[in-house]
Every structure is written in C-alpha cells, then in structure tokens.
C-alpha cells in the first residue's frame, strides 16, 4: 500500500504482529493489509496522520471468520474437514465389519477416511491403517492397507480379512484400528485409532461404521482412561488367579481330527496358520508343523511337515495317521508345534496347542467330539500360545 508523495505514512502495531493463525496447512498471506480494511483513499489507502481510521477492525475484535480466511474458496475444503474439537481433530474412519461363522472369517473392509490430522511439512499426510486383535501378540496379527499419498481425506477400499476366528473371540476380543503417517525418514507417526469389541457383531450381518479417531489409549492422558485401564488390570489379575492364565497369542492353527474305524486309527490333518509370529528380521517365518502322541516313551509318534519359505500364513495341506486303539486314543494327548526353520542353528519355537483330555476349551472339545463321532473328519481352529510343552524343548533343533 502506498500513500501520496511527502506524506509520512503510518502502519499501525496491529498490521505489524499479524499471522495467519488458521489450524492445517500453513499458507502464505498475499496482503496482511487485507485483514484490517481502511476507508476509500488515494490508491486504496488511507490518508495519512498518526491515527488508524476510526473504521479500522481491531485485531482482537476482528471476526474470527475473517481473521481465519474462511471465506477464501482454496481455503474452504481443508479448513471445514478439520475441526479443533478433541473429538474430531483427528479425523474420522469409515469402515465395514462383517463375521462369517461358516468359513471362521472376520472380514474388515477399510473403506476412506475424512479430515485427518495433518502431519507433514506440507500440511498433509501418507496415511495407512493397521489392526490387530486384543488380547493378542500384535505381531501375529497385524494387518495393514496400502499407503495413500499427499492426502488428508484418503478412500483406500481395501479388504483384510482374518482367518481362524471363533464364537469365543467374537465375545472376548476386540478390533484395534489404527491410522498412521509413513515417514520413510524416520518412525512412522501415530494419528488415531479406533477400538471396536467385536460382540458388537451379528454373524452373518455386515455392520457400517462411520466413526471419530481417538488418541491413543495406551497411555492414558485422563482421569477416565486411567479408570478404563484399572479396570482393564484387575479383569486380568482376576483371570490369572482363576488359573487361565495370560499366554501370549502366536496365531492359529486349523485341524482335522478323525478316527477312522476301519483303519483303526487317528487321522491328523495340518490344513494351515494363520497370522503366526514373525520370527526372522525380514519380517516373516519359515514355519514347520511338528506334532506327537503323548505319553511317547519310545518317541516314536513323531510328524513333521514340510517347511513353508517366508510366510506368517502358510497352508500345509497333510496329512498324518496314528495306529491305535480308540480305548487307547482316550488317554492320549495330541501335541502340536509350530517352529520357524533356521539354517545353521536351532529352530524358533513360535506356538502349540495341546488337544486331550486335560486340555482347556475349544482343545478339550474337539478331541472329544473326535472320539464320540467315528470316521467324522472335524475340523477347527485353535489358537497358538507362548506355552511350550515340556517335552519340545528338547526337541527344538530336531
């Protein structure tokens, strides 16, 4: 702005201190002086003197929706999408959850998500989203979408799916849905997540969330989330003292029992793992099945099957046959290993399943339904603990 030659001109301290303190992306103001309007003058400009024009807005009662730019249209779009409400100033997730109890499948389609916080340089973000299930060994059972780039409103449309989930997680577990930012400089940051139990879910129904990101519960930041995790501390003690203890899951593995009458013996069936522990620095596994009949004096029961190169999700496909007598088989304790092959040095025990009478559970009811359902090939998921058998651990290098 400029005044009439030999006049003095006068910029008043306000125009000096202004900044653009609209939240999101940092843009540049082309003139501050359009912030603080002066009355028709030569050029444009006020006249000049040691005063502000008495229209002049002052800073402090300037309206917000003026001093914020709200009414710019390249401002418009981002600036609506990012509310600084804490409830909403990291965005929201929209996804689909859908429980198939035939197939043992929890389908999460991970569909856009709106207004996410910016967390670049640039104003923007690489967004991407990654579950696990809870409790659980979130190595095992993390699953993750593609990275969007440049964007604070990304539309991914992916499907994950879990393998191996039963009635009983339905009711226990809950969906952990996180949205992060890829730096490929440094650690990736965290943005939101979202927590979903999953009892919320019929089978069968698909059910549609449209849902604000949280911060991170992990570490609580309020009186009530600190309530939330005391509470979450006692279920668990309370579980511990009633003996279930609290075994780290390493993912699942599906089994096929069968006593076959005419051969006179138990049909064991690897089928596959799903979402196993990685247990090398690539990332990944190169997981084994090994399995044995208990009690094994001559240790002569054992199966192995072949070993699966570089997968958390294997699929096995074999087959192994016991001789014995059903009267027999009651007293047996089938058990099962799943170990990571290493060249060169002893393998990595990655999770087992016990399945007899003495087991717990799912175990316990599918060696009995195998016993009481002759030549019924039955097949179920079963989850991998940390627990090793006594008897594998000196097994670990075979």
Known sequence: MRGRRGDRMTINIQEHMAINVCPGPIRP????????PRGPGPEGGGGGGGEAPAHLVPLALAPPAALLGATTPEDGAEV??????????LGTLEFDLLYDRASCTLHCSILRAKG???????????PYV???????ACKANKLKTKTQRNTLNPVWNEDLTYSGITDD????????????????LSHNEF???????????????????NICLERQLASPSSMSAALRGISCYLKELEQAEQGQGLLEERGRILLSLSYSSRRRGLLVGILRCAHLAAMDVNGYSDPYVKTYLRPDVDKKSKHKTCVKKKTL?????????????????????????VWDYDIGKSNDFIGGVSLGPGARGEARKHWSDCL???DAALERWHTLTSELPPAAGALSSA
Do not use: W
């Not at 103001?29 to 603080?36: A, E, G, M, V």
């Not at 990654?130 to 409790?135: A, E, G, Q, R, V």
């Not at 019929?202 to 969330?209: E, T």
């Open 191 to 209: 943005i939101g997540e979202i927590r979903v139990p999953l009892r919320r879910l019929k089978p069968s129904q698909k059910k549609h969330f």
């Open 80 to 89: 609506d999408s990012y509310d600084s409400d804490d409830a909403t100033a």
């Open 116 to 126: 996410l916080k910016p967390m670049d340089f640039n104003g923007l973000a690489d």
């Open 313 to 337: 999700n294997p699929e096995f496909n074999e087959e192994f046959f016991y001789e014995i007598e059903l009267s027999t088989l009651a007293t047996k304790t089938l058990e099962v290993t």
């Open 29 to 36: 103001i082309r003139q501050i002086s359009d912030y603080f």
């Open 372 to 374: 009481q359902q002759p």
């Open 130 to 136: 990654k579950l696990h299930l809870l409790p659980g």
């Open 169 to 184: 997680d339905i009711t226990h577990k809950v969906l952990r849905i996180a949205v992060c930012d890829e730096d490929k």
